[in-house]
């Protein structure tokens, strides 16, 4: 959604060959498009029966991202959530399809999480230089931080089924950022499906979905990146098969600034205001849907540890994988069921 990439690429897709594949079709191949969106890169890798996908399908994936930009883009001063962020009445607010699913889920995963999932942390994110161009070591100041959470809080906003929201704050902001990828995902991933596509992976800065299999047969392997500060994009440090799921992965070891000689991460409570301080580094969920597992993750960076795989093994179809740090730097896996090795 930014004009430079805010989040971490937490997952890498593991696109090697598996020798023992003897019933796999010779005539299917993989073609991948590649392009620009949300202020990241997209990857689609398709399976086909012949050397070429049809004329114009990339101008249809770009079209279609560029739609849901136009919508949750907080950087473009026209689309639907700056809009809705400027104004400071009232009055009901109409929006599109694409907008309307979005806020459902993450009314959803808001509830599910106690609130550890806010899409109204914009302001939090702002103050602490998250959203600033400009190199400010200082924190912020204890009543800095209170005044800003007198206006946080997704409960401060009225999500309507009928196609409309509501401030009931005048200065409540929307930022959906870190669902807007997954979302993104998902919607060419329909467009994928509804062309005919069957086995096929979307990849939008890290989220993933994955369906059916690979040419040779197999699942798709998705890598998850070492979660370690410095650590190179394409390092390992587990795989999953995935098929006919998603994704996703949110981390603190990318996107952090240095606040008087200590290191804050971008993932703020919005219940304190501060930057979370718990050991958790690093927190994969897959899901059903891209959407659902973007929202999870971020919402499992504030809970920690044990209340995270608490909500994980609570939700039907969902599966996780937490690490947090130790003082000594060691890395400590927390598996749901679904995922353990």
């Known amino acids: 959604m930014s004009k430079k990439i805010l989040t971490h690429l937490g997952l890498i897709v593991m696109l090697f060959c598996f020798i023992n594949s003897s019933w796999a079709d010779d005539s299917l191949k993989e073609r991948v498009i590649s392009g620009k969106t949300m202020g990241t890169s997209y990857n689609v890798t398709i399976v086909v029966n012949n050397s070429k996908i049809p ?111 509501q401030k009931k704050v005048s200065c409540v902001e929307l930022d959906l950022a870190s669902i807007a990828k997954g979302f993104g995902v998902d919607s060419v991933s329909e467009l994928l499906l509804t062309n005919g596509f069957k086995n096929f992976l979307v990849e939008i800065g890290g989220e993933i979905y994955a369906a059916g299999n690979r040419a040779d047969g197999n699942p798709w392997r998705i890598g998850i990146n070492t979660p370690v500060k410095g650590a190179p994009f394409n390092t390992v440090y587990k795989t999953i098969s995935l098929s006919n799921r ?56 504030v809970m920690g540890a044990d209340k995270g795989l608490e909500l994980i093994k609570r939700l039907e179809k969902v599966e996780g994988l937490i690490v947090t740090s130790q003082p000594d730097g060691s890395l400590i896996n927390h598996y749901s069921p679904g995922v353990a090795p």
């Open 246 to 301: 998603a994704i996703a992965t949110s981390g603190d070891y990318r996107n952090f600034l240095l606040k008087e000689k200590k290191m804050v991460s971008h993932i703020i409570d919005p219940k304190t205001g501060y930057p979370v301080r718990n050991d958790v580094v690093s927190t994969s969920v897959i899901a059903p849907t891209c959407t659902v597992a973007d929202g999870l993750a971020t919402a499992i960076m």
């Open 55 to 165: 004329d114009g399908f990339q101008e249809k994936i770009d079209k279609r991202l560029e739609t849901i930009n136009q919508s949750m883009s907080t950087y473009q001063k026209n689309s639907e959530i700056s809009r809705f962020n400027s104004t400071k009445t009232r009055e009901k607010f109409l929006i599109s399809k694409d907008f309307q699913q979005v806020l459902s889920v993450a009314k959803t995963v808001y509830d599910l999480s106690g609130g550890a999932y806010d899409p109204t942390v914009n302001p939090l994110l702002k103050l602490w230089g998250f959203r600033s161009e400009k190199v400010d070591n200082r924190a912020p100041e204890e009543k800095e931080i209170q005044k800003i959470l007198t206006h946080v809080g997704f409960n401060k906003v009225i999500v309507s089924e009928k196609g409309w929201i």
